[in-house]
């Protein structure tokens, strides 16, 4: 209201500390390659206006200044960080962080009167001076936006910058030559995280002041959807808005340097408080900046595609440039400022087809990226026609069905993908598609036949349909349900060692002790999660005992599994044990729940499936309860595909998904919940904390897969069968998202186009994957004592 101009610098997407800080300091948008680098070092060399600087002094994070120190040319950028360990989300008091930053400032002044050569250094033109304050975000992270840490760490930001910018001008004599930009990399929704496209995260404030800036300017109306002027009462203030790359470019004009080489940013010209030839100058010098850029990557295209494929930009051609430039220069002389048969033929045939791809590519000095993206279709389609007579029993056995129940189950098939590609927008469409599920009894006539195999499917089946309408996981973190899934898991334990105690002799003495060793693991399971959320209410941070047995839980989670029998039933239940001792540990709320209900749902389906094989007239020489998991399947005892086989590998389709979206995950980055790795650990670790939120993910695709390779070995499906099934049902789902990618829009929408699109494409992959992992879990045993390890044979 006194001394500057305001306004909100619309950021993109991720909207994560790195890609702001980049599009604030070099003026463009991160490439995403960096998210391998856990958005800490730089994937390619770039310039930045500290690069461009005389000399720029920083102070904050180790993880943000230390990669604009990296690279620069010369030694004229001096950065003071903290140690990377005090970024931690359970410390008592992370406000730390950003009065860390005042007083090293304020001590660096005060030395620099007694440091000639350091006082000269900060009376050269010029310069920059970057205060980094990390406390917000990480307050912000701990504890929500609307927590009373959050608001006083605000306050100790707004007092901390008052005496900041009061010391500045007492140390330059009040000369007016100092401005202050004041802005944000991203912002964070009301739950604590960010990384998406959410309002609340790529909204940012932008407020500037002192030399070069205009000052306020009192308007009479503003035209805003939103209504951030009537909340802020700045109604008659005016606000402009900027795109966040165009901040580097400001900067850099009002300290006098060159554009940063690299920025794609368009200088704010309504922030600038200087001449009208000035301003005509800078932006057709930011013009010429960004028309070098097109110049070189046109050049480099040109170079690398063949003439007659090359097509130059019409509206940017040469001659058009000259005459564009041209223009320009002459408006500001006359101050006109505001103007692609399994046989050698069909492999010769490939090799061939490969070859070509191959040279085509050559001669256009395309990179290797393109040989693997356009190669890898070939030995892929040469296996899938190699299997020629897989895919031809497919079609006679739906060729020999009478045509309406073929019409039948073509309709409920495109009913069925059609549900699944619209549950990835709206997660309700799962609770639809586990209702009709719930109705499968009545409609092969399982219910008469299986009445109590048949009540189990429906109540998991619409227990199991609440959890799509629940909200998205850690909105609203409640530890009561956590410690209710415990318990029931405990329960459930209890009633199994109960049965398997009367049915089983040998039980007591030879399993019993694993399963009182895993049912303490999900007791010490509860007292972690239970003790840790007290210990990081009371800000006394993360025990450390409390993180050894976490990790030790993680760690036997893979191990005790293999321990107990290969029957088909014992082990499942083991793994399901194991697993859940570790998903209470990653869990913050009704979470928790979801993969007992969902395992329940899939010991009812394998009983279900066996009844269905009963049914259809095919011998079932064991009971579920006395097959054991084999690691090498007897080929002979494999049957043909049927009708049936469709509608199996299609409900393990539904029920993939389901395990991913059950939970409230989203095809988002700010989804997924930091909070839920603070039983193993509360420092920033971006590869760690990724590595455990993965698995937590995870869990729930292991449990489905382990069930599934139960069904395959009771039906005695062939799993090379089932995945050409899933390929199919997967291609079509694909054809579905292919259409509906996006070129144009926001940088999320296209992202999350091409997302969709690379989920379903991966699916099989990623099925091959979980497969391998399911069958290791399920037919995997060790022996202690000394004996060696086996497969059972």
Known sequence: MHEGSWGISHTRVPTESRPGHVALIAGFYEDVSAVAKGWKENPVEFDSLLNESKYTWGWGSPDILSMFAKDVSGDHVFIHTYDADDEDFGAHDVTKLDTWVFDNVKEFFRAARNNQSLFSK????????????????????????????????????????????????????????????????????????????????????????????????????????????????????????????????LMASLIGVPFPLNSVGILPLDYLNNTDLFKAESIFANAIQILEQFKVKMTQKKEVTLSFLFTPFKLLSESKQHNILRKARSYIKQRKYDEAKPSRLLQYSFVAIGVL??????????PWTYYIYCLLPVPIWYAVLREFQVIQDLVASLLSCPPSHFVGYLLVSTLGIEVLVLSFFYRYMLTAGLIAFAGWPFITQLWTRAKRTSLNWIFFSLLLAVFPLMPVVGRKPDISLVMTAGLLVLLLSLFVVASLTKRKDSFVNEELPLHLLQMLSMVLSMYVVYSTDNSLLKKQGLPLINQIISWIILASSFVLP????????????????????????????????????????????????????????????????????????DLTQLRQLCLDDIRRAFFLVFFLVTAFFGTGNIASVNSFDVTSVYCFLTVFSPFIMGALMMWKILIPFVLVMCAFEAVQLTTQLSSKGLFLMVLVISDIMALHFFFLVRDYGSWLDIGTSISHYVIVMSMTMVLVFLNGLAQLLTTKKLTLCGKPKSHLI
């Open 562 to 633: 293999l321990l107990s029998p290969p029957i088909l039933f014992e082990r499942l239940f083991s793994i399901l044990l194991s697993l859940m001792s570790t998903y209470i540990l990653l869990s913050r709320g009704y979470e928790a729940l979801f993969p007992l209900v969902l395992s329940c749902l899939m010991f009812a389906w394998i009983h279900m499936e066996q009844e269905t094989l009963q049914q259809s007239g095919v011998s079932c020489k064991q009971k579920v309860n006395s097959i054991q998991f084999i690691y090498n399947t």
């Open 122 to 249: 900060l009376n050269e033109e010029k310069i920059v001076f970057f205060l980094h304050l990390l406390g917000i975000d990480t307050n912000g992270h701990a504890h929500r936006p609307s927590s009373r840490e959050y608001k006083d760490n605000i306050k100790i930001v707004d007092a901390g910058i008052k005496e900041i910018v009061s010391m500045f001008k007492h140390f330059y004599g009040n000369d007016g030559k100092t401005a202050f930009v004041f802005t944000a990399d991203h912002g964070m929704t009301d739950w604590g995280v960010h990384g998406a496209g959410h309002p609340s995260e790529t909204l940012t404030p932008f407020v500037t002041w002192g030399a070069g800036i205009k000052y306020p300017q009192n308007v009479s109306t503003q035209q805003f959807e939103d209504a951030f002027l009537k909340e802020w009462k700045l109604e008659n203030w005016k606000r402009q808005d900027i795109n966040q790359a165009d901040i580097a470019p």
């Open 357 to 366: 791809v191959a040279f085509f590519l050559l001669i256009q000095a395309y």
